[in-house]
Structure formats: structure tokens, C-alpha cells
Nanobody, 115 residues
Framework: QVQLVESGGGLAQPGGSLRLSCAASINIYGINAMGWYRQAPGMERELVAGITNGGTTNYADSVKDRFTISRDNAKNTVYLQMSSLKPEDTAVYYC?????????WGQGTQVTVSS
């Protein structure tokens, strides 16, 4: 059973920063596709950032140059460093990985950007 546990969400002011963490219950060394999605109220879940085992990253246009995804295989953890936060970044953020032919999701962590 794969479990993903996100942490690091909370309230931030516009222009502020937060770092999300996602701890996996399995060894992620061989897991190629990992990423972060988000879902705002009334909106569909959307990809925020992805990272491969080789370190190749991709980002949604709306977060490029503001967010950075990284992974620490030794700690079985994926991170999302979020800077220059905007109110439109407010959403529940989900960690995901693909293994054995299916996608696994965490329970989500709320990020609220407001003054």
C-alpha cells in the first residue's frame, strides 16, 4: 500500500513563500513520475509541477519562475517550494506518484494566500 503524506500548507500573505513536503511510504528511487497538483474551489484539479527520477521538471505556466519542485530519494520525499505567492494560488495541493500502472494521491494540504 502506497501512502503519500503532504505537509507544509497554511496561510501566507501575497508575495510570501511556503514549502510543501510529500513523504512517501515506499522507496521512490525507482519511481519516475512524481508531481504536485492543486484544486481550487469549483475548479478542476490541475498539474502544478512534475519531476522525473532523472530530475527533469515541468511546470504549469502560471507557476513558472515562482515554484520549484525537487525530490530527495534518500528521504523518499518530494518538495514544492512556492515563492511570490498570489491569491490565485489558493487551493488544496496534492502530491502524486505513478507506480505499478496506477496513480497514487495524498490527502492534500490547504494553501491559502490572503492578506
Amino acid at each position: 500500500q502506497v501512502q503519500l503524506v503532504e505537509s507544509g500548507g497554511g496561510l501566507a500573505q501575497p508575495g510570501g513563500s511556503l514549502r510543501l513536503s510529500c513523504a512517501a511510504s515506499i522507496n521512490i528511487y525507482g519511481i519516475n513520475a512524481m508531481g504536485w497538483y492543486r484544486q481550487a474551489p469549483g475548479m478542476e484539479r490541475e498539474l502544478v509541477a512534475g519531476i522525473t527520477n532523472g530530475g527533469t521538471t515541468n511546470y504549469a505556466d502560471s507557476v513558472k519562475d515562482r515554484f520549484t519542485i525537487s525530490r530527495d530519494n534518500a528521504k523518499n520525499t518530494v518538495y514544492l517550494q512556492m515563492s511570490s505567492l498570489k491569491p490565485e494560488d489558493t487551493a488544496v495541493y496534492y502530491c502524486t506518484l505513478r507506480a505499478w500502472g496506477r496513480d497514487y494521491w495524498g490527502q492534500g494540504t490547504q494553501v491559502t494566500v490572503s492578506s
